[in-house]
């Protein structure tokens, strides 16, 4: 490296050296940065939730569907990030910051590109996507309202997003946390000040709950440009030169399109499983929208430590060395198993106690507790399956997996959960019994690919 790569890289920070020293201690200290903004950023939906629920059925059941729809819609973003991802954390283990820093606002230019189409169509086929669900009339009224708010927010989303991306992928994964942090301390009090109003401001219920989340997201945003421009952080950038880059382009989203499409399906099987369930009524609908929120905890460690690996993994296939990215992998799986059998375990037992913090509504209750236990088959490879699934996207190999959650969601968890509810009269409960059923089947996948090791040979 020159000179000028040198400040690039270190910013005013020092620099560490991902891709030496010890595997675990490298991953111990990537990994808990990671795993709280996880959190983080399981507290915004999580945060409305709690306070949504005090609305009723309607507004958790709006809230839960309209959310499966900006995910679905923002599948196109995931997909820059995954391709940028990828490549940063390639360029930083060469030790070539210089074409980092080309990724990265190439990532941004198009963010701004596919924010703006993704506002368009969020906020014009709103009500249209929500008839098409099927749901009850005051649940797509409230869920179209909550829809608009949030693709107006496109582009904040997706910057911020980017902008987390570029820190973590280039080795830092405090700076992010600790913005991260700060926003969600906004979030937390706005959110109920939006939703039920205090002082001069109204109360506007779900529109309330839209509104705090993408403030708290513009102040994180915020934080995260400052990092990045003045070099607090890993990798500094900067507009010196800046231009669209085609070919640059083309990469990132050569290496994102499986990840879109693998994102997209997922979100659009999500949807289509949604749309199962809101056969059997508003309340199995809120159910569920619970559940997944409670889902969310026995994620946090494996996409934190899956993350972490795939920077780790990326770092060093970069700079030559595979089998210590392998290691990266076996550390983070064991580590994160290790915590969702605690978590299943006191999950299983206890299930009301954690219900009861979204929801007092007695029948909501009943139902949730059979969709947690029910659910816990799954979630004990809940420690595996995000880790594969960010370790593998982490090194831009992006083609696999997408074969894999392809495969799992249209051959196995949609023909299951048609078919399942017929099945002993299972009812609705038959749907959550074929995707317990068919995450078992697709991490099963996951680990004999990783033991394969063709991921080593992946080229960016």
């Known amino acids: 490296m020159n000179e000028q790569e040198k400040d690039t890289l270190r910013g005013k920070r020092k620099v560490k050296d991902w891709t030496k020293g010890s595997i675990l201690k490298n991953l111990l200290l990537l990994s808990w940065p990671l795993i709280i903004s996880h959190i983080m950023m399981m507290t915004g939906p999580t945060i409305d ?8 059925p309607d507004a958790i059941a709006a809230v839960g569907v309209s959310g499966i729809v900006v995910m679905l819609v923002m599948t196109a973003m995931m997909g820059v990030a995954i391709g940028a991802r990828a490549l940063i954390a390639r360029f930083i283990g060469m030790k070539e910051p210089m074409n980092a820093v080309r990724v990265a606002r190439q990532a941004f230019i198009i963010s701004m590109a ?9 906020i014009i086929f709103s009500d249209t996507i929500l008839h098409l669900m099927g749901v009850e009339k005051e649940v797509l009224r409230l869920g179209s309202a909550y829809l608009k708010v949030q693709f107006c927010g496109a582009i904040i989303m997706g910057f911020w997003m980017i902008s987390e ?15 991260g942090i700060i926003s969600k301390v906004f979030h ?3 959110s109920p000040i939006f939703i039920f109003g205090w002082l001069f401001i109204p109360g506007m219920g779900v529109i309330g709950a839209a509104l705090a989340n993408i403030a708290s997201m513009f102040a994180g945003l915020v934080m995260n440009l400052y990092s990045l421009f003045t070099g607090k952080t890993q ?3 900067h507009l010196k030169g800046v231009r669209i880059d085609f070919p640059l382009i083309w990469r990132i989203i050569k290496i994102g399109i499986p990840g879109v499409v693998m994102l997209a399906q997922k979100n659009l099987s999500n949807l289509i499983v949604m749309k199962i369930i809101v056969h ?4 199995a609908v809120a159910a569920h929208t619970v559940l997944q929120r409670v889902e969310m905890i026995f994620f946090m460690a494996g996409v934190g430590m899956g993350s972490a690996a795939g920077v780790l993994a990326g770092q060093n296939l970069g700079a030559g060395q595979p089998q210590r990215a392998g290691k990266s992998g076996i550390y983070a799986i064991g580590i994160a198993e290790t915590f969702v059998v605690i978590a299943c375990t006191l999950a299983f037992i206890f299930p009301e106690t954690l ?3 979204f929801t007092r509504d007695p029948a909501l209750i009943e139902i949730t507790t059979v969709f947690l236990r029910i659910g816990v088959v799954g979630y004990l490879m809940c420690g595996l399956e995000p880790v594969f699934l960010n370790f593998f996207t982490g090194v831009g190999d992006t083609t696999v997996p997408m074969a894999f959650e392809v495969g799992t969601t249209w051959f196995l968890l949609l023909p299951m959960a048609i078919i399942f509810p017929g099945l002993w009269n299972l009812g609705v409960y ?8 068919s995450f078992v089947l697709l991490t099963a996948a996951y680990v004999v690919y990783f033991m394969m090791g063709r991921w080593k040979m992946k080229e960016v």
Do not use: C, E, H
């Not at 038959?430 to 059923?437: D, E, F, Q």
């Open 188 to 190: 937390v009090i706005l």
């Open 114 to 122: 596919f924010s703006l189409v993704i506002a368009a169509i969020g």
């Open 165 to 179: 991306i570029i820190m973590q992928s280039s080795g830092d994964t405090i700076t992010p946390m600790r913005n």
């Open 430 to 437: 038959g749907v959550r019994w074929a995707m317990a059923l």
């Open 355 to 357: 219900i009861s913090i």
């Open 49 to 56: 939730m709690i306070w949504v629920g005090k609305l009723g």
């Open 235 to 237: 990798l500094q950038l």
């Open 280 to 283: 059997y009524g508003t309340l």
